[in-house]
């Protein structure tokens, strides 16, 4: 049976602190290094989503405002594709791009 793979790996420092994030999709033939990563996955067993988040010492708070801002808003095309609520998808959105306007990361 095919299967991909998506491989993580987190770089430490002497105190667990991360300082290099990499990923890679070998199946697609593609690689790179992040600041951060928020991984959500669905647990249907207790219904509930688990969470992983993982940022890099020298990510700046600028730069986490961005990525999480920037996030939320890719959720709601996910929530709009998943579900074709686009009505709440836009309100989501919205509220969101006028947070990430006063904050000045967009």
Known sequence: ???NKIILEVITDEKHVPETIRWE???????????SIALALW?????NTLRMDVWTKDMT????KKFL????ITF?????????DS???????????????EEKVI
């Open 43 to 47: 647990d249907g067993k207790e219904n």
């Open 1 to 3: 049976m095919p299967s």
């Open 61 to 64: 708070t600028d730069e986490m």
């Open 25 to 35: 999709a070998p199946q697609i033939m593609e690689k790179g290094e992040c600041k």
């Open 87 to 101: 009505a709440l998808a836009d309100k989501i959105k919205q509220l969101i791009i006028n947070i990430a306007k």
């Open 69 to 72: 801002l920037q996030s939320i």
């Open 76 to 84: 709601c095309d996910t929530y709009e594709r998943a579900t074709s």
